[in-house]
């Protein structure tokens, strides 16, 4: 509980409409997109401008108090649960798209703009921001820098932290700095910038960001290829890219998931399939149409059973409704899920995918495959019961195994969800202690007081 006259303090800040203290919003703002970790704030304030965000920082942390930032609250690694009470820092009332600049292919936004709002705003000037989670319509410029977010089209434009020039960032200490700048080329200095991207909101809170945007495609193309084998569509991700097409987007889904999306939203996916593959080709038109041509020969090549191609947009679109619906479907039929988020290099997705099936045999479990195959960052799903004990104890078990697995394979434990609450164990097992000496010093040294989202990446 903090002292009424703190409370006062904060609504002196930002005015009292945009401070709350009732319980059915401590409850609201209890959790995040895992659902499974849950812990109440003391308050929850939305600051409207950086100054007020400076200052609600400077009384924080004169009082100790923890500050977890928050955007659309959609992350999947417990980042926005204030876990150790006291303000969660709401950044969706600082929503402003402030300018788009044709000229030189950039904008400037604050943290809370949400990514669906600002696509609609750069197609109007023929533009995109190319990383695409798929949380779109929730997810905030805030939480995507402080996850360096990805999607399905980083298989040609990589991640958030590419796309990103400049931010400003309100340090713990309420200092107000600029990392970065608008500019392609920046060598001054060390890359702090690169820092606070991915930070998952455990050093400073961005106030604003420097995106670099590039012109829209002006032709797409979509394939679904179908396989009578999970392993055999992940081989398919190399043929493809080692004969020199550079699709947008690869991203697979296994019987399981189609079955479920089909029970959901009946669109024709081929529900006998053991797994599809979904690619999306952009460019200038003819290249867009020979490069789906070449997909269609080379995957058929490699043992694909049938290749679909999309007749115009809606029919493509059907396609990415049910690779979105992909987790709803899974987390719809589970009490628990653990959706992993493991990463390996692109040569190796088959032999994740056979580690998956053999996990779920030995271990008596449906794990489920779906994700990012383009870019070797599969989500495996286990389903599981947390008042089962028995089975939540095989699940966890299992999950321990899928993550040993990835980084057997030359991966990561975590692609793009980042550690949060979920990953710490595995950090600390798969970093070498000097790093993560490193790291822990960089954190004492911007926040001493460890009051920014404290229990986030570290314990
Ligand atoms: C259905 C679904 C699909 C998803 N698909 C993808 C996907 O394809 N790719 C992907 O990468 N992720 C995906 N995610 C995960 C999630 O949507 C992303 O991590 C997203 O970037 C989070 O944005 P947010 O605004 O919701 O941030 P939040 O969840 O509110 O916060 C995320 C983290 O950022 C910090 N933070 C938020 N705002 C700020 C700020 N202004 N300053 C400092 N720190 C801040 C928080 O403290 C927290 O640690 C998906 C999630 C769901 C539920």
């Known amino acids: 509980?903090?002292?009424?006259?703190?409370?006062?303090?904060?609504?002196?800040?930002?005015?009292?409409?945009?401070?709350?203290?009732?319980?059915?919003?401590?409850?609201?703002?209890?959790?995040?997109?895992?659902?499974?970790?849950i812990h109440e704030p003391d308050v929850v304030i939305f600051p409207t401008t950086t100054d007020e965000v400076s200052r609600i920082m400077k009384l924080a942390n004169a009082e100790k108090i923890p500050v977890t930032p928050r955007g659309g609250g959609t992350n999947v690694s417990g980042g926005s649960v204030p876990w150790h009470g006291g303000i969660v820092l709401a950044m969706t009332r600082m929503n402003k798209i402030i300018k788009v600049d044709k000229e030189n292919l950039t904008a400037t936004v604050e943290p809370g703009v949400v990514l669906q709002d600002l696509t609609l705003r750069l197609m109007k000037d023929g533009l995109f921001f190319p990383p695409d989670p798929q949380s779109f319509l929730g997810a905030t410029m805030g939480g995507i820098i402080s996850e360096n977010a990805g999607g399905p089209a980083c298989v040609k434009y990589g991640v958030t932290k590419q796309y990103i020039l400049g931010i400003e960032v309100v340090l713990p200490t309420g200092e107000v700095v600029h990392l970065g700048g608008r500019t392609l080329k920046n060598v001054v200095g060390y890359d702090l910038l690169h820092i606070f991207i991915s930070a998952e909101g455990t050093l400073g809170v961005i106030t604003g960001a420097e995106l670099k945007l590039n012109p829209l495609p002006l032709a797409k193309k979509t394939l679904c290829v179908v396989y009578d084998d999970?392993?055999?569509?992940?081989?398919?991700?190399?043929?493809?890219?080692?004969?020199?097409?550079?699709?947008?987007?690869?991203?697979?889904?296994?019987?399981?998931?189609?079955?479920?999306?089909?029970?959901?939203?009946?669109?024709?996916?081929?529900?006998?399939?053991?797994?599809?593959?979904?690619?999306?080709?952009?460019?200038?038109?003819?290249?867009?149409?020979?490069?789906?041509?070449?997909?269609?020969?080379?995957?058929?090549?490699?043992?694909?059973?049938?290749?679909?191609?999309?007749?115009?947009?809606?029919?493509?679109?059907?396609?990415?409704?049910?690779?979105?619906?992909?987790?709803?479907?899974?987390?719809?039929?589970a009490k628990t899920v653990f959706a992993e988020d493991v990463t390996v290099p692109r040569g190796n997705i088959p032999k994740l995918i056979n580690r998956c099936k053999e996990l779920a045999k030995k271990y008596n479990l449906e794990i489920v495959v779906l994700g990012h195959a383009g870019d070797g960052n599969l989500h495996p799903a286990i389903l599981t019961d947390i008042n089962n004990k028995e089975h939540y104890d095989r699940a966890l078990k299992a999950m321990d195994a899928i993550i040993e697995g990835a980084v057997e394979f030359g991966g990561v434990l975590s692609g793009e969800h980042g550690i949060g609450l979920e990953k710490q164990k595995f950090m600390k097992k798969v970093t070498e202690p000097a790093v993560i000496n490193m790291m822990k010093n960089i954190k004492a040294l911007i926040d001493p007081n460890n009051i920014m989202n404290p229990g986030k990446i570290w314990e």
């Not at 998931?257 to 996916?269: A, D, K, Q, T, Y």
């Not at 149409?289 to 059973?305: C, D, N, P, S």
Request: proline share 4%; charged share 30%; hydrophobic share 45%.
């Open 1 to 37: 509980m903090l002292k009424e006259s703190l409370i006062s303090e904060f609504q002196k800040i930002v005015g009292k409409d945009n401070v709350l203290t009732a319980p059915e919003a401590m409850k609201a703002y209890s959790y995040d997109g895992t659902t499974s970790w």
């Open 230 to 333: 999970v392993a055999v569509a992940g081989e398919s991700v190399y043929h493809v890219l080692e004969n020199g097409v550079i699709p947008d987007k690869i991203e697979l889904i296994d019987n399981w998931v189609i079955n479920r999306i089909e029970e959901m939203m009946p669109i024709g996916l081929p529900k006998d399939a053991d797994a599809c593959l979904l690619f999306e080709v952009d460019g200038i038109p003819e290249a867009v149409e020979k490069e789906a041509e070449k997909i269609a020969e080379i995957t058929k090549k490699y043992g694909a059973k049938e290749v679909r191609v999309a007749k115009d947009a809606d029919d493509a679109n059907k396609y990415w409704m049910a690779r979105r619906a992909g987790f709803a479907a899974v987390f719809g039929k």
